[in-house]
């Protein structure tokens, strides 16, 4: 065995569940790196520079956030404020990371950053994802958090550094994330499981959009989403006890 | 450094605290080593797809339904991607065109 077939032997369990994860990311990396793209330029737009995108798109890692965040520095508002806003706009964190506790439950030394990079679309790609029995799983949501924060902080530098020269229109592009949801949303149908809960999770949305508007309508949604789901849970235990 | 460098960095400070604070605090209040609560667990089984279904709504959040062109180019785009997506179950050829063909209604046919 030559030493190159030995580097790509030790490494191809890693390898294989990078070349595993890249397709997977495909979709976000176009959205991430259009999204992105356009927090570089409205952050450089409004004075900026390159370094605050980047810092804010590397430790952040929070797209709606982060477009929330560019009226924070624009109007310099006080941090309690932005640590307030930002804690509502983030609850629906709390979801993923409850939706998630079992799978990344023995990823180790992994975890903390698995944690840290869970994005609504780094979410959304892993929710389902069960890799082949060879590939190391945990590898796998590893390389696709990381790809994602990749694209990410690529598209913001892009964005910052080179805003004025995008010749294409891209008006539409960002939809890539809506197509990316909705696809999801059909897998998961199909999976014949959670068809109760899928269209829990429409319905109870819409009324909190029509009652609270669209800029307030996550936390009641989440709220109804709840409890929902524990009357449920509550109807089945009592069923259980009965049988 | 001087003032205003400040308040951005206390701002950018609390955002990221707010974010770590949202992502880790599930792991942290249901930790690994002890058995997570039934009603937890049973969440953690369901949640997901009321997740996806409210993520789909908050993309479309924007959508004016009243004035031209009705929402018509997200309705007849999300109508694509779901018919294609049932039919050829390709993810990537579902949303390829699925944006495709919203670039094209929203550039071209519904200016």
């Known amino acids: 065995m030559s030493y190159k077939e030995e580097i790509c032997e030790q490494h191809s369990p890693n390898l294989s569940a990078l070349r595993y994860a890249f397709p997977k990311t495909a979709p976000v990396m176009a959205g991430y790196l259009v999204l992105g793209a356009a927090y570089g330029i409205l952050m450089s737009g409004n004075g900026h520079g390159i370094w605050w995108p980047l810092l804010i798109s590397v430790f952040v890692y929070a797209g709606s956030l982060q477009y929330l965040g560019i009226t924070f520095f624009v109007a310099l508002v006080n941090p309690w404020y932005a640590f307030f806003m930002s804690l509502m706009l983030n609850a629906r964190h709390l979801f993923y990371g409850i939706s998630m506790l079992d799978k990344y439950r023995e990823a180790g030394k992994l975890k903390p950053y698995l944690i840290f990079a869970l994005t609504d679309e780094t979410f959304s790609v892993l929710c389902n994802e069960e890799p082949p029995k060879d590939i190391p799983k945990y590898m796998v949501y590893f390389f696709v958090s990381l790809l994602d924060h990749f694209y990410w902080v690529a598209g913001t530098f892009l964005g910052a550094i080179a805003g004025s020269m995008i010749t294409f229109n891209t008006a539409g592009m960002d939809f890539a994330l809506t197509a990316l949801f909705v696809v999801i949303f059909v897998d998961q149908w199909k999976s014949g499981k959670g068809h109760w809960s899928a269209v829990t999770g429409i319905v109870a949305s819409v009324i909190c959009l029509k009652i609270f508007g669209s800029s307030g309508f996550i936390v009641p949604a989440m709220i109804l989403i709840l409890g929902i789901i524990t009357s449920a849970y509550y109807r089945e235990k009592r069923k259980e006890k009965q049988s | ?111």
């Open chain 2, 1 to 111: 450094m001087n003032q205003e460098m400040i308040s951005y960095l206390l701002i950018v400070i609390s955002m990221v605290a707010a974010t770590v604070i949202t992502r880790f605090l599930p792991f942290i209040m249901f930790p690994a080593g002890k058995e997570t609560p039934p009603y937890i667990a049973y969440l953690g089984k369901t949640l997901p797809y009321a997740t996806i279904g409210l993520l789909v709504v908050y993309c479309l959040k924007g959508v004016s339904f009243q004035s031209y062109p009705y929402g018509l180019s997200e309705a007849l785009s999300v109508v694509l991607i779901v018919i294609l997506h049932h039919i050829k179950g390709n993810s990537l050829l579902s949303i390829g065109a699925g944006t495709a063909f919203y670039m094209i209604l929203t550039q071209l046919i519904f200016r």
